[in-house]
């Protein structure tokens, strides 16, 4: 049973940081492509960076620069890292996942997703 659970988010003044973490389990493969997305209120849905287990990273280009991935293959654990959160930030953060020798990137599609995890920055 693949499952993929966020946790990490909060409320949070402008200009802090905050590291989300997507723990990932019900895995049959040891190479994965995972990626993370967002939500803001009344907003669209759009992604943010995409890892495979290697850790070869992809980031959206509007979000370089104030978000790191990273993974923990150990574990299958993927993370968030957010700096200088500003009210914008405001949105439901959401981790994704697929299984298997694959092409990793923000385009793909992914068959798993977990229920988010809510940051609200004021």
């Known amino acids: 049973h693949v499952q993929l659970v966020e946790s990490g988010g909060c409320s949070v003044k402008a200009g802090g940081s905050l590291r989300l973490s997507c723990l990932m389990s019900?895995?049959?493969?040891?190479?994965?492509?995972a990626g993370w997305y967002r939500q803001p209120p009344g907003g669209i849905h759009e992604g943010i960076a995409a890892?495979?287990?290697?850790?070869?990273?992809q980031y959206a280009d509007s979000m370089e620069g104030r978000f790191t991935i990273s993974k923990d293959s150990a574990t299958y654990r993927v993370y968030l890292q957010i700096y200088d959160l500003n009210p914008d930030d405001t949105a439901m953060y959401s981790c994704?996942?697929?299984?298997?020798?694959?092409?990793?990137?923000?385009?793909?599609?992914?068959?798993?997703w977990g229920h988010g995890t809510q940051v609200t920055v004021s």
């Open positions: 890892i495979d287990r290697d850790g070869t990273t």
């Open positions: 994704a996942a697929k299984w298997g020798p694959t092409y990793c990137g923000l385009a793909i599609e992914f068959p798993y």
């Open positions: 019900g895995m049959h493969y040891t190479s994965y492509c």
